[in-house]
């Protein structure tokens, strides 16, 4: 009897809680607010190899090679979506002018820079990328078949706006 009674108890209260869940925040054209996708600091190695898997899926689908990542590259990146968040603006120059060709050459890249891709969102790194296909001149950047090495980066601020930088060079002269 105290087995049945305990038994019931726990579904009770199981159900209990699921009647009680918090509905979602809506926003002011009545729809649901989307969950901010927050970054743990100790995923960056974790999101620029999703990013890297997705980015040769699609170029291997486009009949180009597959990219590798480059250190500079990934630093040009980062530089460079910490400076749109201070400029508060997603565009290809830095606040002191730079180009992409620029920021890979400080970093130490040695080949040729052939196209950057930007975003400011709240999307996770894989919603970017398909957001980045749906575009022409994006999606030109991801499946460059004269494109070797990848670089990318994002800069979250606190209210989790996420500024993503996707850089892609020849490879040319780098190792």
């Known amino acids: 009897m105290f087995r049945r009674s305990f038994l019931m108890t726990g579904a009770l209260a199981i159900l209990a809680a699921c009647s009680t869940s918090t509905p979602p925040r809506l926003g002011a054209d009545g729809n649901p607010l989307p969950a901010i996708y927050r970054i743990d600091p100790d995923d960056v190695g974790d999101i620029q190899f999703r ?6 899926a699609l170029r291997r ?5 597959d990219l590798q990542l480059n250190a500079a590259l990934n630093a040009a990146a980062a530089t460079h979506s910490r400076d749109m968040s201070v400029q508060n603006r997603p565009w290809h120059f830095g606040s002191d002018g730079s180009s992409p060709v620029d920021r890979a050459a400080r970093a130490g890249y040695s080949g040729g820079v052939l196209g950057e891709n930007i975003s400011e969102t709240y999307e996770s790194e894989l919603e970017t990328v398909a957001a980045w296909m749906q575009l022409a001149d994006t999606r030109e950047v991801i499946t460059d078949p004269a494109a070797r090495d990848l ?12 500024w993503w930088t996707m850089v892609t060079g020849n490879g040319v002269g780098s190792q």
Do not use: C, R, T
């Open 151 to 162: 670089g990318v980066a994002y800069f979250q601020e606190p209210n989790g706006k996420i």
């Open 51 to 56: 990013v890297l898997d997705s980015v040769n």
């Open 61 to 65: 689908a486009a009949g180009a090679p």
